[in-house]
């Protein structure tokens, strides 16, 4: 059993990030890109679509507490992903951190949990995706049939438009990351500027009576409302900060890591966290968190806050917007996906496929294929609720565990070297453990239970095949 708890040496580790020879992965990407990249990540579904579903399901106007609470765990973890991407610029993120302190078993556990935070987000996000498109084919009189623009969960029999994006956006992580970055930084541009508009043009328009009372009673029950309600809101917002996470898959492509890797994470973790309390505000302000519960409009709270003020002819813009920001968020969830799984299948716990790169484009394109199927079915049957939350219970994890990390690496390898620092060790680590902990019980019963279930099936495979071809 020992074996399952061996760890991946760390002159390997910084051996494979100096290695940039045929078959692995190319550093193109700068400070820049990473900040970029993790914007193109964080601002999506979490301030497009699930604002709406916490504001009219657990929070109201308090949704803003929610976003602000989510931020404090994620800026403790934050700190900690930074120490690590500073140390051991190689692609895989959490799993690679793990793998490095905790061991082998550990380190499978923590890369199978990642599947279920990049691969079902972009599903939640894809759906949230055919949301929007539906809201603006009908500004054009046009209906898609609710046969081809839900899943059967919902009424329909498969969601076209949004198993349609996550093909769009595999085809072209396949073609190249550098074109990937590029296509990103022009939509992040976009996106925020977006933002920026909506809390500038909406905040004279706030009415004062939307925000009283600030945080609703509760109902009698658990995270519907009252101050269980906002701890839960934020469990389940919490998904729309992992682009910090999704910038740590990457370093492995950033030119001078041990400086940027840094900036990248924090970065876009500070901008982002406070345009989601701004907007928050902003649209909660405009409209009653009562009008974003209705089935049809939960997962698209922006049109129906515009919709109290006179720019509604900015409605069309803005949709078209989002649309591009939420392929974006796609692009990097899938992006990150596919790193995670070219680091595992490098270090032979998978099939060599998922670490296969293409000869001229430099990506592990395989890997994105069979991605491509599996997050389209997802985001064609399931409904996005559900996803949103398995994401959010799965970042969480993953926090929880990087934290843990620095810990064990701090006592057991104190002399290595760090580009960064995470302050305060080992308090800063254990306050994310507990913020992220929190916010891991206050999600729903059923959430935990697909968790469970989901590694279950993760250590089937990993006896089955990980233990058995694993190189270390």
Partial sequence: MSGHYSRKPLATLLAEAKDQGAGTLVRRLGAPSLVALGIG????????????????????????????????????????????????????????YSFATMGRIWAWIIGWDLVLEYAVGAAMVSISWSQYLNKLLQMYDMHLPLALSAGPFEGGILNLPALLIVMVMSLLLARGTQQSAIVNEIIVILKVA????????????????????????????????????????????????????????????????????????????????????????????????????GAHDKLAPVATAIAH????????????????????????????????????????????????????????????????????LFAAFVPGKVVGEMTSIGTLLAFILVSVGVIVMRRKMPDAPRAFRTPLVPWVPILGIVVCGVMMLALPWDTWLRLIVWLVIGMWVYFRYGAKHSKF
């Fill in 41 to 96: 990540a964080i601002i999506g579904a979490g301030l497009f679509s699930l604002t709406g579903v916490v504001a009219a399901e657990h929070a109201g106007p308090a949704v803003t507490l929610s976003f602000i609470i989510s931020a404090v765990g994620c800026a403790f973890a934050g700190l900690c992903y930074a120490e690590f991407a500073s140390m051991i610029p190689i692609a895989g993120s959490a799993y690679t």
């Fill in 194 to 293: 977006v933002v920026l508009i909506f809390i500038a043009l909406g905040w004279s328009y706030i009415n004062p009576e939307n925000l009283v009372p600030y945080i609703p009673d509760n109902t009698g029950s658990f995270g519907h409302f009252g101050w269980s309600g906002v701890l839960q809101g934020a469990g389940i917002i919490f998904f729309a900060y992992i682009g910090f996470d999704a910038v740590s898959t990457a370093a492995q492509e950033a030119k001078n890591p041990a400086r940027n890797m840094p900036i990248g994470i924090l970065g876009s973790l500070a901008i982002c966290t406070v345009l989601y309390v701004l907007f928050g505000h902003v649209m909660t302000g405009l409209a009653p968190y009562t009008e974003f519960g």
């Fill in 309 to 376: 003020t006179p720019y509604v002819w900015l409605q069309q813009a803005i949709i078209i917007a989002i649309l591009a920001g939420f392929s974006s968020v796609i692009l990097v969830m899938l992006l990150g996906q596919s790193r995670v799984f070219y680091s595992m299948s490098h270090d032979g716990l998978l099939p060599k496929v998922f670490s296969e790169v293409h000869p001229k484009y430099r990506t592990p394109f395989k890997s994105n294929l069979l991605f491509m199927v599996f997050v389209g």
